[in-house]
């Protein structure tokens, strides 16, 4: 199998697949979270059972996904100390006559307000269009939250529609807010 290594970097990040070498770092980023700031930010996490053995597993996992044009999952390391910043990833929702995707995004909050999101979702978009062949890509956002609203727009997405009871939370069906950004119209 080949391995997934589409990488892109600007000159404070670089965003790339996890690597097994990069499990004190991955770590690091969980472990110094803050308390939770709002309802969609977990805030600090219990990574007791997240062991180098299963980090591995995880990255081996990543690689599967991606070979199987299922998901792209990327790591955003600060390029001055390596620090773990948090991940973007793609899911493939259609190919044929599609090549449509979804793109999440999340910064550890002990980073928020450096602009990092924005950075590594711009880079994201990049790898989605040029590299992995995708024409469409949806960000599917809860209705109040706000912040995940501020970086799509600020990465050129725009919003298309409301999908009533799109997307099944918390034991109940969840409407979603829909930003889109095509690659010809980057």
């Known amino acids: 199998m080949n391995r997934f290594t589409h ?10 697949p996890l690597e097994k070498q990069d499990y004190d770092a991955w770590l690091g980023g969980f472990t110094y979270r803050r308390v939770s700031q ?3 930010d977990p805030g600090k996490l219990d990574m007791s059972d997240c062991t180098s053995v299963w980090f591995d597993q995880l990255v081996d996992t990543h690689q599967s ?23 973007v990833d793609f899911s493939t929702l259609a190919r044929d006559g599609f090549h449509w995707g979804r793109i999440g995004y999340t910064i550890h909050n002990q980073h928020w307000g450096h602009g990092y999101g924005k950075e590594a979702v711009d880079l994201a ?27 799509a727009e600020r990465v050129g997405m725009t919003y298309e529609c409301t999908r009533d009871g799109f997307i099944y939370e918390n034991d109940e069906w969840v409407d979603h807010l829909v930003y889109v950004k095509t690659k010809h119209r980057r």
Not at 7 to 16: A, E, G, H, S
């Open 7 to 16: 990488q892109r970097k600007t000159n404070r990040i670089i965003l790339r």
């Open 38 to 40: 709002h309802v969609y």
């Open 65 to 87: 996904l991606a070979h199987e044009d299922r998901a792209y999952i990327f790591a955003i390391f600060r390029i001055e100390d390596g620090a773990h910043l948090g991940m």
């Open 125 to 151: 978009m990049e790898i989605a269009f040029d590299e992995l062949s995708f024409q469409r890509i949806e960000a599917h956002i809860n209705l109040d939250n706000g912040a995940s609203v501020l970086l």
